[in-house]
Each structure stands twice: as C-alpha cells, then as structure tokens.
C-alpha cells in the first residue's frame, strides 16, 4: 500500500466534491438576481467616488504639508540629510552593530597580539642567526674580502665603509682599462 502525500502541485485529478464545489461557485454567480447586480454596482460606484474623495483630500494634505515644510526652511535635501544621519544614529545604537564592533575590535587586538608575538619570535631568530658559527664564518669572509679589495685597492686609510671600498675598487680599475682614443681619418691606415 502506497502513501501519498497530497501538496498544492499534486497532478491527481479532481475529485467528485471539487467538481461540486466548483460548480456550485459558477451557479451562485450566474444566479444573482436583477436587483442584487444593481445594488452591488450601486455599491461599487460609492466605493469608487470615495477613493476618488480621499484621492482629492490626500493631494492636498500633501500640497499643505510642502507648503509647511517650505515655510520651515526644510529642503528636501536638508530632510535628506537628517534622515540619513537618524538612520546612521539609529544603525550605531542597534545591538547588531554594537555585538559588530564589539566582534571586530577584540579581532583586532588579538591580530595586533599576534603580529606583535610574530615581530618578536623574527627578531629572536635574527639573533639566534647572527650569533650562528655559519653566520661568524660568512661575517669573517666578507671582513677579509673587504681587507684585501682595500690592499688592493691601496687605500692609505684602514677604517672606511664598504660602500666606499667598493666605489674606490671601480674607480681603480677603471683607470687601469685602457681607452680607446680616436686618431685622426689621416693617420688611419686605409
């Protein structure tokens, strides 16, 4: 036995008591007296003159209310302006923004803490680093490349920066590479 439940898009086709139903609808309509129609279209008629009255009376509340706002100096872009600022008033004021910002500035003091945590642990391994034996070694090979470019070099001072060991080295070596002077067109051999 199968169960089936029966929803709004059910394809099953209608049942005798629908089609009744359905009928008896079409019946009372078509039934409707002479006197009834006229009534109901009497009735309809008043609706409409009222809507058409209360259309009439809200055009010219609104007009006196411009005309208030006008005397008022209220603008609509003032009344704009003090809209949106009770809008933001009352966004700042909900609990939603509050649990927000109260969210976002405990994630910022814990990233602020976990950056600060990161800048020391690179710090200590800076440290750690250059108190290595590989680091001693590679600070001594460059000291000692650094003393023989300056022998080299023949710098009469000891002390100096690198930078200007190394600007002392170019300008040495590019007085030891000859030049090409050009001779005269007449000297040239042909």
Not at 167 to 184: G, R, Y
Request: hydrophobic letters at 30%; proline letters at 2%; one cysteine or more.
């Amino acid at each position: 036995m199968e169960t089936r439940q029966q929803g709004f898009l059910d394809s099953e086709l209608l049942r005798e008591a629908d089609e009744d139903l359905a009928s008896e609808v079409n019946l009372n309509a078509s039934i409707m007296t002479e006197e009834e129609r006229e009534e109901i279209q009497q009735e309809l008629a008043k609706l409409e003159e009222e809507i058409s009255t209360l259309k009439q009376v809200l055009s010219s509340k609104e007009k006196q209310h411009a005309d208030l706002k006008q005397k008022l100096g209220i603008s609509p872009l003032s009344e704009l302006k003090n809209n949106f600022s009770r809008g933001w008033h009352d966004m700042q004021t909900s609990t939603a923004y509050k649990k927000t910002s109260e969210t976002l500035s405990t994630a910022g003091q814990k990233t602020s803490a976990a950056f600060s945590t990161l800048g020391s642990a690179i710090t200590r391994k800076f440290g750690d680093m250059r108190n290595s034996p590989s680091f001693k070694s590679f600070e001594e090979k460059v000291e000692n490349t650094v003393s023989t470019i300056k022998t080299k070099v023949g710098a009469s001072e000891t002390g100096g920066s690198f930078e200007e060991v190394l600007s002392s080295a170019a300008n040495a070596s590019s007085q030891d590479t000859p030049t090409n002077n050009l001779t005269d067109s007449s000297e040239r051999p042909c």
